[in-house]
């Protein structure tokens, strides 16, 4: 079976090696510039600190540069790029086709080119594109089901990566234009305000209210686990954790995790065991509760009530008294433990002081109702154990003395020997050996661990401890360099121009920059005006996102069941409307711009 990738993501440093350590085969993270998470940025010489490590156990790491760029950016990423692949970056993930046309005019290094998810992969159309132009990787949409998953694998050569786990856009991603219509902050250039993380009501055209100051088009978390098995057998190479703004506790925690469940089912493709000393729990770190989205068919993928992590139901309150409540849950609580409740459609919380039995003593007076149902947002027992995990990863080695050598061999076939410098024979052989052996195994903390140890030299030569000690030492020091140099990353083929899906494109295709423009001509498609955020307003009609979450459905108004036929609207907090239009042919709802 092909070996598979699972991508995860990294703020930073310390959370990219965080990620290597608990069983990434791949990191991504964000570029001092041009990339999707603005407070996402790291810099050069971090990132370069970053691949060293990384490359220690095959590990690749892919820098984040997708945002639409105007003129002048597009110079100073093709200048942040070639920086990029010096430093020994595998990969740069890329929205923007000036960049496409910059790699094609010869202007970029041979860097492996990944189409990001915000590219709109939705069709085998536009995957197919990707292909034949020469990109390497293309991140699907995240609304895919399984079956055109498979369908897309199945049609291309390049690599597929799909998402399995974290937040989802309830825009197709890199056709939402809500967030810079509303604020100028824009999704496309990585200013993403959220506002699908805010509250609307639903209303019709007589003005009627069918749903009330709800978080409308907030999503649950992604969570494919329980389908990784049969994205593996659709062909998909690389898994992708979302969460380059997530805390150094979730990377670790979820990564393990999806390290342990891929495993089980495919070879992965980088090197090392992964040391542990806890067992990862996806439902103790954040989440909005989890949907499979669309992998398996529609389902219910929205949670109206929150964006914020209720975390998991530890049971409904039975008393209630002066500075206390009772409760029966089938979960220890601790102190510190972080507690919330749902009250009138707002989310409220509590820390825990104490616990006597089954009473808890909050930290400040709350308004409990005696059945209240409460959630435990975060278990600080589980966080401190994440917090001083010792995790670790190591690449297994094999030790073997031989001829007057002491070779040593890692899991990856490079191999490194010391020779032993010395021609007295000790007097006792075998305690000699047993010296030998106690020095040779102690590879400490180093990045290997030692899977086996053999002596196949009957004439064991005499050497102080001492010396042993300095010889293994610079025995793995040369295998870890061996590593280092044999390490050889995958280069681009080269990118050229093919037909484009269509030959016409309108903002949508969010083009900035003349370069942009000029590679879609070459591909046969006229790019009719400019992106939206060339604009100074945005027109009435204009489609700000396109979503496959329907209120029609969560209503149970879906064309397929009823013959309701009225035009419906959402409100923000501030009284502005939004007409939406329901394309039932494609199962999705347009919001528009009023």
Do not use: W
Request: proline share 2%; glycine share 6%.
């Amino acid at each position: 079976m092909k070996s598979v990738e699972l991508l995860a993501p990294a703020k930073n440093l310390e959370t990219g090696i965080a990620a290597i350590n608990s069983g990434a085969d791949a990191i991504y993270i964000g570029a001092p510039n041009f990339g999707a998470r603005q407070n996402a940025g790291n810099s050069i010489e971090d990132i370069e600190k970053l691949v060293f490590y990384a490359h220690k156990f095959y590990v690749k790491v892919h820098v984040t540069i997708n945002t639409i760029l105007n003129d002048s950016e597009l110079k100073e990423a093709i200048k942040l790029i070639n920086k990029l692949y010096e430093i020994g970056v595998d990969a740069i993930i890329i929205q923007d086709f000036g960049l496409l046309n910059a790699a094609a005019e010869g202007l970029l290094p041979p860097i492996q080119i990944h189409m990001s998810t915000q590219c709109d992969n939705r069709t085998l159309d536009k995957v197919k594109f990707f292909d034949s132009i020469g990109a390497d990787r293309v991140i699907l949409a995240r609304e895919l089901s399984l079956n055109q998953i498979s369908d897309i694998c199945k049609n291309v050569n390049c690599e597929i990566e799909t998402f399995v786990h974290g937040a989802l856009c309830v825009s197709y991603s890199g056709q939402c234009y809500m967030s810079y219509a509303n604020g100028g902050r824009s999704a496309n250039r990585g200013a993403c305000a959220q506002p699908c993380r805010k509250k609307y009501s639903l209303l019709d055209e007589d003005n009627k209210v069918l749903l009330s100051n709800q978080y409308l088009l907030s999503l649950k978390d992604f969570n494919a686990s329980e389908s990784i098995e049969k994205l593996i057998n659709c062909g998909v190479k690389s898994f992708k954790i979302e969460g380059r703004l997530k805390d150094v506790n979730y990377v670790k925690n979820v990564t393990l995790y999806y390290s342990n469940l891929i495993s089980k089912f495919a070879p992965k493709t980088s090197s090392g065991v992964v040391f542990t000393d806890f067992t990862p729990d996806l439902d103790k770190t954040f989440n909005r509760f989890y949907t499979d989205y669309f992998l398996n068919n529609r389902k219910n993928c929205y949670n109206f009530v929150s964006p914020k992590h209720l975390g998991e139901e530890i049971g409904a309150v039975s008393g209630v008294y002066n500075d206390y409540f009772t409760i029966k849950s089938k979960f220890s609580l601790n102190p510190q433990d972080g507690i919330c409740f749902v009250c009138n459609g707002e989310v409220k919380g509590f820390l825990v002081n104490k616990i006597v039995g089954n009473k808890v003593y909050p930290n400040n007076h709350v308004e409990l109702s005696k059945g209240a149902v409460l959630y435990r947002n975060s278990d600080s027992s589980f966080e401190k154990l994440l917090s001083n995990s010792k995790i670790k990863r190591r690449i297994g080695i094999i030790i073997k003395v031989y001829e007057n050598k002491i070779y040593a061999e890692d899991e990856d076939g490079n191999m490194v020997s010391e020779v032993i410098s010395s021609n007295t024979l000790p007097n006792n052989i075998q305690k000699q050996r047993e010296i030998y052996k106690n020095q040779l195994s102690k590879v400490g903390n180093s990045d290997f661990y030692l899977k086996n140890l053999t002596f196949e030299d009957e004439n064991l030569r005499f050497l102080q401890v001492s010396t042993i000690n300095e010889l293994r030492r610079s025995l793995l020091q040369k295998l870890m360099d061996k590593r280092i140099e044999s390490y050889r990353k995958n280069v681009s083929n080269g990118i050229s121009y093919a037909q484009f899906p269509y030959k016409k494109y309108n903002y949508r295709a969010n083009v900035l920059n003349e370069s942009a423009k000029n590679f879609y001509n070459k591909c046969g498609c006229d790019v009719t005006e400019y992106a939206l955020e060339s604009a100074s307003f945005i027109p009435n009609g204009v489609e700000l996102m396109r979503t496959k979450h329907c209120l029609r459905y969560a209503l149970g108004l879906c064309s397929k069941h009823t013959n309701y036929n009225k035009k419906l609207f959402l409100a923000d907090e501030k009284g502005k409307k939004y007409p939406l239009l329901f394309d039932c042919k494609n199962c999705e709802m347009v919001v528009l711009n009023q």
